[in-house]
């Protein structure tokens, strides 16, 4: 099958760490690699940020990598990429008159009009994963969410309009519902996590004595690292690890660190809390298994890839109860789901933990268990697959159903 994936803003390219640089890269990576290694042709279109970049990149992976241009070649904030949907929509019917797939799948909502918008005049079905819906950002972020007023309105377009909406977790199935999508054409397709690479064997980071809590994530307000902050007052013998945001030489400049080094010398923890800035994927594994305790309290999330990586690792995981983490953290079974914004029933959540090391162990174990049971990008694929092959084969199907129909007729 020939596939095309469609990522406006998150190159599976790009270096993780920044703003708009996250799950979704992660995602679009390590889907189009495990579609390839099961045979099919995968080409990823995201738009060019860099002169420099060439128009074709083949990852040693497997799939290709297209880069549109759509606007100014360089790093934009996504929230102002909305303008240049209609260029990106012009080069990928370009791209597919000459090349057509077989299906199109559009990360991101503004992915999705760029994808519909050409589709429609190739006439390819469309599968499309919000990653994070407009409607639940306003609602958590209020007055601070700088997505385009149009989002809402052209998000409920793209909801009713694709052939087939892949959510990420069931929370996001309901908000689909209400927004006009018919039930009977969505399917929860989640993220998945490499269970190679993150797995309970091998090195781990150095560590102090203290017990060690670590925190991952991008260096914004949402991530919820002042809750575990503001938590660590109560948590004794403990250290608070960050990581994420940009590199180590650059964490004075940030202001999302200057804010939460001051809370934290507010609070008397800073001797207890350090910044890592941002680590190379392949550090990563050895960072989480050096954990005790992995603590994700983000107080809105579509997904929330971390807690998958650090059950993958055999670490116990406590997470806010939100997005997508209420399917991927089984309470008392792989971890603890706590409230989001309440830093005491943190504090109780990871002490409870950190005192029981045969409950640790327990946690972790079945955390890696479910891992490996449901979260693989080989399952996840799998899962994809699925939605593409019902509609690649529904136009032969029901041209079958017709000459059927005419015959007996």
Known sequence: ?????????????????????????????????????????????????????PERVQTPQGYTVVHIPAGPAEVLPKDQLLVYMGAFASCLAQHWTLDRPDIVHAHFWMSGIATQLAARTCGVPTVQTFHALGVVKRRFQGQQDTSPPERLKLERLLARNASWVAATCTDEVFELTRMGRSRTRISVVPCGVDLDRFSTEGPIAERTDLHRIVSVGRMVPRKGFDTMIEAMPAIADAELVIVGGPPVDQLDADPEVTRLRALAAELGVDNRVSFTGAVAREDMPALLRSADVVACTPWYEPFGIVPLEAMGCGVPVVASAVGGMLDTVVHEVTGRLVTPQRPRECAEAVTSILRDSFLRRSLGLAGRDRACARYSWDRVAADTLRIYERLVCAPAEMMQELKVRLKSG
């Not at 990576?29 to 970049?53: F, K, N, Q």
């Open 1 to 53: 099958m020939k596939i095309a994936m469609v990522s406006e803003h998150a190159s599976p390219l790009a270096a993780l760490g920044g703003v708009d640089a996250g799950g979704q890269n992660v995602h679009v990576a390590e889907l189009s690699a495990a579609l390839v290694r099961r045979g099919h042709e995968v080409t990823v279109y995201t738009r060019r940020d860099d002169p420099d970049l």
